[in-house]
């Protein structure tokens, strides 16, 4: 574990995404015989070689994926027969599971999810996720949708165990990287949470936030794996999806070239008004500058009335001031990107030295912003009382 603060993020990240696309095809391959992480063609193949139809493949996909069954032997859509040959042959469901809960005084949850080698990730869920927090710009919600129990909940996802990233205001930096996890994992923390609170999908409208622990661009491509798995095996739309990114171009730019059907939002994480105060808070910018992100940001073809999300986290007398607003407010106005910006308070943990933000100077941000026509919101802060909040996710249970 990383426990020094100063110590330099590694700028070789574009080693790390090459490691990784490397280590992909072993990312890929689900570990031991899970059956979760296929998708529906990887299960039919893998029926066709038990010299079964392929059709099965499909019937696998949808028990697993849509209805939720964590054990073989519940799936009695297969003939017993079928059930047997599997589990002889070593397969397992392997969906990761969660193994700890903790409650906050405000509805949050945030879990620790196991996966197969035993590491756990973090996973929360706000079942008052704010639309300004989840870029959700869609139709508004009719009246039979807005009695619905889970209309606006938001699952906040992780996407590696630990990061490398060593933002200087986010306690998961200080767990370091420890390892990417498999699309299965990613797309697994979303069933189970979902499985936990009997959403249902096509009906509920639950966003899924990739914010969680890691830099989904460094995993890209099984991230992008669990994003498929979810929009095609169960069932979410890309569109209630944001992915959050510290600025990794080369992520951002195969990004921009994904199918709009399997694309979520994006948002970049800027946290500071200029180059020199973001080398400082996110080293991962001395190696790509702001004028970098915003070029490759600029590749991605927007949908209607869709926006580019700009992260920011206050921290106390360092980026709060007016000036820092009227500097981002000129920034984001130079891009000519349809923007709007997230202001998140910075939420404390052991550690880290920086200090809370006085409200007044918040909602001056938010005004500034205003004034300059960008569309500036406060995302709510939820679940801090068990570090659920935005850069307190570390793990409490060591695996
Ligand atoms: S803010 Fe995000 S990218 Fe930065 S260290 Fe934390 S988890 Fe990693």
């Known amino acids: 574990m990383t426990e020094d603060l100063n110590q330099p ?76 040959k599997l589990t002889d042959e070593g397969w397992e469901v392997g969906r990761p599971e969660i193994v700890q809960t903790f409650q906050s005084e405000d509805g949050t949850e945030r879990y620790l999810i196991q996966g197969g080698d035993g590491l756990t990730v973090e996973t929360v869920w706000m079942p008052e996720g704010d639309d300004e927090e989840t870029g959700d710009e869609s139709e508004p919600e009719t009246t039979d949708e807005a009695t619905r129990r889970h209309q606006r909940a938001t699952l906040c996802v992780s996407s590696q165990v630990g990061c490398a990233m060593n933002c200087q205001f986010c306690l998961t930096a200080k767990l370091g990287f420890q390892r990417d996890l498999t699309a299965g994992e990613i797309a697994g923390q979303v069933v189970a949470v979902l499985d936990r609170h009997g959403v249902e999908v096509g009906r509920d409208r639950v966003n899924l936030v990739f914010m969680g622990m890691g830099e989904p661009f460094l995993n890209y491509d099984n991230f992008m794996a669990a994003v498929r798995l979810l929009v095609r095996e169960v069932g979410l739309s890309p569109q209630r999806m944001t992915v959050s990114t510290s600025g990794i171009v080369p992520g951002i730019e195969r990004f921009a070239q994904e199918l709009a059907e399997f694309r979520p939002r994006l948002a970049i994480s800027l946290n500071a008004p200029n180059d020199a105060l973001r080398d400082d808070l996110m080293p991962i910018n001395r190696k790509w500058p702001i004028a970098a992100v915003v070029d490759a940001v600029r590749r991605v073809q927007l949908r209607p009335h869709e926006r580019i999300t700009f992260e920011y986290v206050l921290l106390g007398g360092v980026t709060d001031r007016i000036e820092d607003a009227k500097q981002v407010a000129r920034l984001l106005r130079k891009t000519g990107l349809s923007v709007k910006v997230n202001l998140i308070t910075w939420n404390p943990g052991p550690g880290i030295g920086y200090s809370l933000p006085q409200p007044e100077a918040v909602e001056a941000f938010r005004q500034t912003l205003v004034d300059a026509e960008i569309p500036a919101y406060v995302r709510k802060s939820r679940g801090r009382d068990i570090y659920a909040a935005c850069g307190q996710l570390k793990r409490t249970v060591e695996g």
């Not at 790390?16 to 193949?45: C, H, I, M, V, Y």
């Not at 028990?63 to 069954?69: C, L, N, P, Q, V």
């Open 9 to 84: 993020v590694p700028l070789d990240a574009s080693d790390q995404a090459g490691e990784n696309q490397a280590s992909t095809k072993k990312n890929q391959e689900t570990p031991g015989r899970a059956l979760f992480g296929l998708d529906a063609k990887a299960l039919a193949a893998r029926m066709v070689e038990m010299g079964e139809p392929a059709w099965r493949g499909r019937q696998l996909a949808e028990a697993i994926y849509r209805h939720g069954f964590t054990k073989i032997s519940e799936i009695t859509t297969l003939a017993k027969s079928l059930r047997h």
